[in-house]
């Protein structure tokens, strides 16, 4: 197995223990706080991951059938938390990331250069695609660790200089 492959599987597989142990130990109030008006809260992040993953799967599917798919917008999809709590978001994203690494387990080496059309982004290939998807998971836990951090960055006075990265009160929020 090629060594970027076996990655993608160890980001893939271990991040929704991460959002597990995040709904399942953190108060709903610090997973519904936005950082700032207009961006997401840890819980839209992992809304909108579970929302994602049927595009990665369809990707894959493209990819194996070889051929062309569309963008994702994930405006057009919804990427807003308001019927499912917490638990029930980090439940579903547990069960379709176990179905997509499944699917991922089936791939080998020769899939890797397999290629596809992208409306945007033009001629892709199944290695970056799947080196997308581990980033995206990352990206979007990240993101979602940021806005978990604001109140706790707002309260702790002059160590805020030491957060000004992650401060979105440095740039004139909160």
Same mark, same amino acid.
């Given at each position: 197995?090629?060594?970027?492959?076996?990655?993608?599987? /160890?980001?893939?597989?271990? /991040?929704?223990?991460?959002?597990?142990?995040?709904?399942? /130990?953190?108060?709903?109030?610090?997973?519904?706080?936005? +950082?700032?008006? =207009?961006?997401?809260?840890?819980?839209?992040?992992?809304?909108?991951?579970?929302? $994602?993953?049927?595009?990665?799967?369809?990707?894959?599917?493209?990819?194996?059938?070889?051929?062309?798919?569309?963008?994702?917008?994930?405006?057009?999809?919804?990427?807003?938390?308001? #019927?499912? #709590?917490?638990?029930?978001?980090?439940?579903?994203?547990?069960?379709?990331?176990?179905?997509?690494?499944?699917?991922?387990?089936?791939? #080998?080496?020769?899939?890797?250069?397999?290629?596809?059309?992208?409306?945007?982004? =033009? +001629?892709? /290939?199944?290695?970056?695609?799947?080196?997308?998807?581990?980033?995206?998971?990352?990206?979007?836990?990240?993101?979602?660790?940021?806005?978990?951090?604001?109140?706790?960055?707002?309260?702790?006075?002059?160590?805020?200089?030491?957060?000004?990265?992650?401060?979105? =009160? $440095?740039?004139?929020?909160?």
């Amino acid at each position: 197995m090629e060594k970027f492959f076996s990655d993608v599987l /160890t980001v893939l597989s271990t /991040t929704p223990e991460r959002w597990q142990r995040l709904v399942g /130990t953190l108060p709903d109030n610090l997973l519904h706080r936005k +950082p700032l008006p =207009g961006e997401w809260s840890a819980l839209e992040c992992l809304s909108h991951i579970v929302n $994602a993953e049927a595009a990665f799967n369809f990707r894959l599917k493209c990819f194996l059938e070889g051929v062309d798919f569309t963008a994702f917008t994930p405006e057009e999809r919804g990427s807003k938390a308001v #019927s499912w #709590s917490a638990q029930e978001l980090a439940d579903a994203y547990s069960r379709v990331r176990q179905e997509s690494l499944k699917h991922l387990e089936t791939l #080998s080496e020769k899939d890797f250069d397999r290629s596809a059309l992208h409306p945007k982004m =033009g +001629p892709v /290939t199944l290695r970056q695609m799947l080196n997308e998807w581990a980033a995206h998971d990352l990206m979007h836990t990240v993101q979602a660790e940021r806005a978990l951090m604001q109140p706790f960055i707002d309260a702790c006075g002059p160590w805020q200089r030491s957060f000004l990265d992650h401060w979105v =009160g $440095a740039q004139g929020g909160t």
